[in-house]
């Protein structure tokens, strides 16, 4: 495990939206400004090739159903986090770069009983950091 792996991979999700967000291209059907939606989850996987014919690099276990759930019940614009990477970005002492917005999703984890909530952060750069004319929400701190 790459040391700060959490952070790394937080900064790449916030630099991704900041590239999507100050992008010209806009979607080709509606007009509209692309929108980037993330979700970031920690747990163990296991990874492997599968495949002959077309060999592909595959990851399984329950985590991975997890983190897709973060992604797609998640917000397009926004750093979708799972309590889990909260507790990773803490646990690697790296949790004071970002400012999170807590919120309740629907569940998100394999064989999860129907309205069962799982809970979820939106992750941002802090204050700090963002150039002063971009006005910000406000965002509380965990």
Same mark, same amino acid.
């Given at each position: ?8 991979? =937080?900064?790449? !999700? ?6 999507? !967000?100050? $992008?010209?291209?806009?979607? =080709? #059907?509606? &007009?509209?400004?692309?929108?980037? *939606? ?10 492997? @090739? @599968? &495949?002959?014919?077309?060999? *592909?690099?595959?990851? #399984? ?10 992604? !797609?019940?998640?917000?397009? &614009? ?6 889990? #990477? ?18 309740? !999703?629907?569940?998100? $984890?394999?064989?999860? *009983?129907?309205?069962?909530?799982? =809970?979820?952060? #939106? ?8 150039? =002063?004319?971009?006005?910000? $929400? ?5």
């Amino acid at each position: 495990s790459t040391p700060n792996h959490g952070r790394a991979l =937080a900064h790449l !999700a916030l630099n991704m939206q900041a590239s999507v !967000a100050n $992008s010209e291209y806009r979607n =080709a #059907f509606t &007009g509209e400004p692309l929108s980037l *939606r993330v979700g970031l989850h920690a747990g163990p996987v296991v990874a492997g @090739v @599968v &495949g002959y014919k077309m060999p *592909r690099y595959h990851l #399984f276990g329950p985590h991975v159903a997890i983190a897709n759930g973060i992604e !797609a019940s998640g917000v397009g &614009g926004r750093v979708n986090v799972s309590s889990d #990477f909260v507790d990773l970005l803490r646990d690697e002492g790296d949790i004071d770069e970002f400012e999170l917005e807590w919120r309740r !999703a629907p569940c998100s $984890s394999p064989g999860g *009983r129907r309205g069962e909530t799982r =809970a979820q952060a #939106f992750l941002s750069h802090p204050a700090s950091c963002l150039p =002063a004319a971009q006005p910000r $929400s406000r965002h509380h701190s965990c």
